[in-house]
T-cell receptor, first 110, second 113 residues
Framework: AQKITQTQPGMFVQEKEAVTLDCTYDTSDPSYGLFWYKQPSSGEMIFLIYQGSYDQQNATEGRYSLNFQKARKSANLVISASQLGDSAMYFCASNTPLVFGKGTRLSVIA | EAQVTQNPRYLITVTGKKLTVTCSQNMNHEYMSWYRQDPGLGLRQIYYSMNVEVTDKGDVPEGYKVSRKEKRNFPLILESPSPNQTSLYFC????????????FGPGTRLLVL
């Protein structure tokens, strides 16, 4: 079964710096998708970025990019130019089947 | 506006008193699911539905029931709530393509005394 591992329970980053949140997955299915969600303290789940297993290029969405290394089975989220509003829980998830990691709490320091 | 709605947003109840959390989506999505979120455990799937009248168990279905009589609605039923069901619950929906992201409702915070 698919398993998503986020090894960093918490991370700190200085405002305006870049930060990488780790995610590894474990699947034998050749077709899969990986997602990142942000959960601020208010509780809602916000979709950030998606990477499909057949996508040739790493996904990017504004300040978010995905460092997808298929051979290593990793899909790390990179946030550039961190802002105070980026402080939140971040979840990595797969879609075949739908499984979430345990999350990483990011704190951005002024 | 495309959205998933859940009601109530907050609920305090007592052990054994049946409750229903409603979930509705306006995107004509076939797939709907329920998750619970607990500290240190991430989100775990309770039940999901691939379409009307089709439901299946997720990872933690014990103590929960669901129904899918209409495409837009997917209520979560706790027949006899217990304190270990105190949690944050999310409803989500998506289309049938495996590449589609899920859209989440705002969450329901449940406290069972």
């Amino acid at each position: 079964a698919q398993k998503i591992t986020q090894t960093q329970p918490g991370m700190f980053v200085q405002e305006k710096e870049a930060v990488t949140l780790d995610c590894t997955y474990d699947t034998s299915d050749p077709s899969y998708g990986l997602f990142w969600y942000k959960q601020p303290s208010s509780g809602e789940m916000i979709f950030l970025i998606y990477q499909g297993s057949y996508d040739q290029q790493n996904a990017t969405e504004g300040r978010y990019s995905l460092n997808f290394q298929k051979a290593r089975k990793s899909a790390n989220l990179v946030i550039s130019a961190s802002q105070l509003g980026d402080s939140a829980m971040y979840f990595c998830a797969s879609n075949t089947p739908l499984v979430f990691g345990k999350g990483t709490r990011l704190s951005v320091i002024a | 506006e495309a959205q998933v709605t859940q009601n109530p947003r907050y609920l305090i109840t007592v052990t054994g008193k049946k409750l229903t959390v409603t979930c509705s989506q306006n995107m004509n999505h076939e797939y709907m699911s329920w998750y619970r979120q607990d500290p240190g455990l991430g989100l775990r799937q309770i039940y999901y539905s691939m379409n009307v009248e089709v439901t299946d168990k997720g990872d933690v279905p014990e103590g929960y029931k669901v129904s899918r009589k209409e495409k837009r609605n997917f209520p979560l039923i706790l027949e006899s709530p217990s304190p270990n069901q105190t949690s944050l619950y999310f409803c989500a929906s998506k289309g049938t393509s495996w590449q589609e992201t899920q859209y989440f409702g705002p969450g329901t915070r449940l406290l069972v005394l």
